[in-house]
């Protein structure tokens, strides 16, 4: 595919629920994936991702706006679309009683064209369980077997959904070569993940969602330097420190000349500086002078993570584990 066409190009799309009061799940989103890339999109549940990624997929009509995915339209093209795109789910069910080589098998009956069975298995290391029951599988490898299910159409456009969510590290990294892989022929993914990590290191662009809007949109390293600094210091204020002594502290953090951004949640402090030393030493200097003790401090680069909590003022992960 030429790569300065368009994978996916929906302009002012809106998806509301009817109710008292009506839900607007998706309000005037605009996305243009450029063909032979990798895009991430990231929110919290109930951002609106979702929604979006399921009208993309032609799972959901949207209540108005454009959607036109590979150059054709859902409203007219819709079974040619289905056989240039492939989707994994976040939770795939298939039946128990098929081996991995026949479920495989049955999809890839879906396609006109596409991947051999052994092709597609063989691509995410799953050819020595093809006789294995689907129920005898583990979750990293089911995991696999539902991108295998993805990609046996030979698919221009692949979605992505959460891909490894529950996944051990080493499970993860394994789905991480198989996503590159697939990169690596030309091909086009759009990956949803709450992982800051992942969508670093495979996306080329990331689309930050926030109540039914996208809030940011850039490559990884666009995005982390709008935070106009690379360091992170994050520190853990004393739970019995008082109120009107805490309101003093937070304002005189926002004082300080080496802190660019000051963010507090609860007993949490999390601020970004350019230079960590001369921010360092201004924060313990404030807080030797104001008798505060903390019961801890991390220092680090900044990630998507600090471009999120800075947005939205709560994070991503803590999103998930709610």
Same mark, same amino acid.
């Given at each position: 595919?030429?790569?300065?066409?368009?994978?996916?190009?929906?302009?002012?799309?809106?998806?509301?629920?009817?109710?008292?009061?009506?839900?607007?799940?998706?309000?005037?989103?605009?996305?243009?994936?450029?063909?032979? *890339?990798?895009?991430?999109?990231?929110?919290?549940?109930?951002?609106?991702?979702?929604?979006?990624?399921?009208?993309?997929?032609?799972?959901?009509?949207?209540?108005?706006?454009?959607?036109?995915?590979?150059?054709?339209?859902?409203?007219?093209?819709?079974?040619?679309?289905?056989?240039?795109?492939?989707?994994?789910?976040?939770?795939?069910?298939?039946?128990?009683?098929?081996?991995?080589?026949?479920?495989?098998?049955?999809?890839?009956?879906?396609?006109?064209?596409?991947?051999?069975?052994?092709?597609?298995?063989?691509?995410?290391?799953?050819?020595?369980?093809?006789?294995?029951?689907?129920?005898?599988?583990?979750?990293?490898?089911?995991?696999?077997?539902?991108?295998?299910?993805?990609?046996?159409?030979?698919?221009?456009?692949?979605?992505?959904?959460?891909?490894?969510?529950?996944?051990?590290?080493?499970?993860?990294?394994?789905?991480?070569?198989?996503?590159?892989?697939?990169?690596?022929?030309?091909?086009?993914?759009?990956?949803?993940?709450?992982?800051?990590? *992942?969508?670093?290191?495979?996306?080329?662009?990331?689309?930050?969602?926030?109540?039914?809007?996208?809030?940011?949109?850039?490559?990884?390293?666009?995005?982390?330097?709008?935070?106009?600094?690379?360091?992170?210091?994050?520190?853990?204020?004393?739970?019995?420190?008082?109120?009107?002594?805490?309101?003093?502290?937070?304002?005189?953090?926002?004082?300080?000349?080496?802190?660019?951004?000051?963010?507090?949640?609860?007993?949490?402090?999390?601020?970004?500086?350019?230079?960590?030393?001369?921010?360092?030493?201004?924060?313990?200097?404030?807080?030797?002078?104001?008798?505060?003790?903390?019961?801890?401090?991390?220092?680090?680069?900044?990630?998507?993570?600090?471009?999120?909590?800075?947005?939205?003022?709560?994070?991503?992960?803590?999103?998930?584990?709610?």
């Amino acid at each position: 595919m030429n790569k300065d066409s368009l994978a996916i190009d929906c302009k002012q799309l809106f998806k509301t629920y009817p109710g008292k009061p009506p839900v607007e799940a998706v309000r005037g989103v605009d996305l243009q994936v450029h063909s032979g *890339e990798c895009f991430g999109v990231l929110g919290p549940n109930g951002a609106g991702k979702t929604t979006t990624i399921e009208i993309l997929e032609g799972l959901l009509p949207p209540t108005s706006g454009s959607v036109r995915v590979l150059d054709m339209d859902w409203s007219t093209q819709e079974v040619d679309i289905r056989q240039h795109i492939g989707v994994s789910l976040q939770e795939t069910k298939l039946s128990d009683r098929l081996t991995v080589a026949e479920t495989t098998a049955l999809f890839r009956s879906f396609y006109r064209d596409g991947l051999a069975p052994e092709e597609a298995l063989e691509l995410v290391a799953l050819t020595d369980k093809s006789k294995a029951w689907i129920k005898t599988l583990s979750g990293g490898q089911k995991q696999r077997l539902a991108v295998a299910l993805a990609i046996v159409g030979d698919p221009d456009l692949l979605f992505l959904d959460e891909p490894t969510t529950g996944l051990d590290p080493s499970s993860r990294r394994q789905l991480w070569d198989i996503i590159r892989s697939f990169r690596q022929r030309n091909k086009t993914v759009m990956i949803t993940t709450h992982y800051m990590e *992942e969508a670093e290191r495979l996306c080329d662009r990331v689309a930050i969602f926030d109540q039914g809007q996208v809030i940011a949109l850039g490559t990884p390293r666009e995005l982390i330097a709008s935070l106009g600094a690379e360091h992170v210091v994050e520190f853990t204020l004393p739970a019995d420190l008082p109120a009107q002594e805490r309101q003093s502290l937070n304002e005189s953090l926002n004082d300080l000349p080496a802190l660019e951004q000051v963010e507090v949640a609860g007993d949490s402090v999390h601020v970004t500086a350019a230079d960590s030393h001369s921010a360092l030493r201004q924060l313990f200097g404030l807080l030797e002078q104001r008798q505060v003790d903390i019961s801890s401090l991390t220092t680090r680069h900044a990630s998507l993570e600090d471009v999120f909590v800075h947005l939205t003022g709560r994070y991503l992960s803590d999103d998930l584990a709610g």
